[in-house]
């Protein structure tokens, strides 16, 4: 009998990850592009996750017999001017960049999430002071925001201090955004009801709205990496991001681009190439999030 059960249960699994499958399928038919986005994400988190099988060399492993090779069999992406293997500090910089942006945008945009929910449902002073906190933070560009938190040097001084930079960053967006869908989404009937069978402030705020607003939060924060991205590589590009011997991006574009891009250009083009490619595939995948959530573009 609990043989039979089990296989029932058993059974009952698989149907609904062959349903799933089954949805998948369809979105990516129908938002091809969205699914080439998703595809060129999976390339770039896939090499992070297996950076210790694939690597072919220390990223930090200096050869100078070896320097400034072109790409070849032997060094896929060549090498730098200190001899480093490129393919080995690219799919390094990749760790970093998955790293810091998934970590920025879930502590960034979840702080984000519950004040833009409380601000859009209590209203009134609390909505009004919420709200002048984030004008004045969206004020200030978040360039520039970054650049300054990072010259006080929050954090410890490393990884840790890139990460609250950009959290910091990303709470004002992610406020303005959630608030927005928290005033739409309380004028429904299923709300109304909920107050009138006594349901208390907190249960229909944390119980009712927020699963409700969820959509727009996931296109947001799948938006919000690939600024993450490219913020970090922007900061490390100007010496003020992840710190050496870390092997980000920016650091190995900023290294090169105004010594080599003639003599190696391969130096260059390998970590620029990089950086478009991850970004690119996450903006074009929130973009697909947006019109699969959005009901206005829902049928096209």
């Known amino acids: 009998m609990a043989t039979d059960v089990n296989e029932i249960e058993f059974a009952e699994k698989e149907n609904r990850v062959l349903h799933l499958l089954k949805i998948f399928g369809?979105?990516?038919?129908?938002?091809?592009?969205?699914?080439v986005g998703l595809f060129m994400v999976l390339v770039v988190l896939g090499a992070a996750i297996l950076n210790p099988v694939i690597k072919r060399y220390d990223p930090n492993e200096t050869n100078v017999p070896d320097r400034l090779q072109s790409p070849n069999a032997q060094h896929f992406f060549g090498t730098d001017d200190f001899g480093r293997d490129l393919w080995a500090r690219i799919i390094g910089g990749a760790v970093i960049s998955a790293q810091v942006g998934f970590i920025s945008v879930a502590i960034g945009s979840v702080i984000g999430l519950i004040?833009?929910?409380?601000?859009g449902f209590f209203g009134g002073g609390i909505d009004n002071l919420i709200q002048r906190i984030t004008e004045i933070m969206l004020s200030i560009p978040g360039i520039l925001l970054a650049l300054a938190l990072m010259a006080t040097d929050v954090g410890s001084g490393g990884i840790d201090t890139v990460v609250i930079a950009l959290s910091i960053i990303f709470i004002p967006r992610t406020v303005r955004v959630m608030r927005g869908s928290v005033l739409s989404c309380k004028e429904n009937v299923y709300i109304d009801a909920a107050r009138a069978i006594g349901c208390k402030p907190s249960r229909i705020m944390w119980r009712h709205i927020t699963p409700n607003v969820m959509a727009p939060y996931l296109v947001l924060a799948s938006s919000l990496l690939g600024t993450a991205i490219l913020t970090e590589a922007s900061l490390s590009f100007l010496?003020?991001?992840?710190?050496?011997?870390?092997?980000?991006?920016?650091?190995?574009?900023?290294?090169?681009?105004?010594?080599?891009?003639?003599?190696?250009?391969?130096?260059v083009i390998v970590p620029g190439v990089a950086i478009t490619w991850l970004v690119l595939g996450f903006n074009v995948f929130g973009d697909a999030l947006r019109d699969t959530f959005d009901p206005k573009l829902r049928g096209r």
């Open 239 to 267: 010496g003020l991001g992840v710190p050496p011997p870390h092997p980000s991006w920016g650091r190995l574009l900023s290294g090169s681009v105004m010594l080599y891009a003639i003599s190696a250009p391969w130096m």
């Open 115 to 119: 004040f833009g929910v409380m601000s």
């Open 26 to 35: 369809a979105w990516c038919r129908k938002r091809t592009i969205g699914a």
